[in-house]
């Protein structure tokens, strides 16, 4: 079982950067295709940014493009998501979330495990 938490969450005004961390445990991480999906109130969860278990390959959704980054350089290491230039309709939950199976993939479903998120809020 892989256990994922997240953090670097908070409130930010527009323009501005944070970066957030996915820590993970109990099982071999490095094996792991990882990515970011939000979820805002009242809206259906979305895919961020994924990234393949050897970070040789990213995915990004189109409104995050040049603005995000996901990354990972080292087995043992959180997976980040750094984000700049924010906009109000960032704000949202920022879930992290591991897949056995797939590398870069955009399909929630496709994900095993989920950490319990953390809030990111841009103010304008």
């Known amino acids: 079982q892989l256990q994922l938490v997240e953090s670097g969450g908070g409130l930010v005004q527009a323009g501005g950067s944070l970066r957030l961390s996915c820590a993970a445990s109990?099982?071999?991480?490095?094996?792991?295709?990882m990515a970011w999906f939000r979820q805002a109130p009242g809206k259906e969860r979305e895919f961020v940014a994924a990234i393949s278990w050897n970070g040789a390959r990213t995915n990004y959704a189109d409104s995050v493009k040049d603005r995000f980054t996901i990354s990972r350089d080292n087995p043992k290491n959180p997976v980040y998501l750094q984000m700049s230039s924010l906009k109000p309709e960032d704000t949202a939950v920022y879930y992290c979330?591991?897949?056995?199976?797939?590398?870069?993939?955009?399909?929630?479903?496709?994900?095993?495990?989920w950490g319990q998120g953390t809030q990111v809020t841009v103010s304008s």
């Open positions: 109990g099982s071999t991480f490095s094996t792991y295709g």
């Open positions: 979330a591991a897949s056995w199976l797939v590398n870069a993939a955009r399909a929630h479903y496709l994900y095993d495990y």
